[in-house]
């Protein structure tokens, strides 16, 4: 059975830090590429940031570049997305997805293969 679990979503001030975690089972997850997406209220899911399978290509959103950074242990199973500087636009609900394709923020559509189930994030002005 495939899983994605994410955990370490919380309520955070503005200026924290916050680190997800996605933890994958059911598939091998070092031949997949991962990424997270976030969906705030009313608004639609949107990309975060992506890991290619080697951890080469790493994508940001213009939004989160330079504050939050994504990382792999393929041994562990576990993709990481460390969260710093956090702002109140930054609350959503945080999803882990895999693909056996690169996952871009420039592609038409959002899409992969398995998802997680999600892990809210808020964040207090």
């Known amino acids: 059975q495939v899983q994605l679990v994410e955990s370490g979503g919380r309520l955070v001030q503005a200026g924290g830090s916050l680190k997800l975690s996605c933890v994958a089972s059911g598939f091998s997850i070092s031949k997949y590429h991962m990424g997270w997406f976030r969906q705030a209220p009313g608004k639609e899911r949107e990309f975060v940031a992506s890991?290619?399978?080697?951890?080469?290509?790493?994508y940001y959103s213009d939004s989160v570049k330079g504050r939050f950074t994504i990382s792999r242990d393929n041994a562990k199973r576990t993709v990481f997305l460390q969260m710093n500087s956090l702002k109140p636009e930054d609350t959503a609900i945080y999803y882990c997805?895999?693909?056996?394709?690169?996952?871009?923020?420039?592609?038409?559509?959002?899409?992969?293969?398995?998802w997680g189930q999600g892990t809210q994030v808020t964040v207090s002005s």
């Open positions: 890991i290619t399978w080697s951890a080469e290509i790493i």
């Open positions: 997805a895999a693909d056996d394709r690169p996952m871009s923020p420039r592609d038409s559509e959002i899409r992969a293969d398995y």
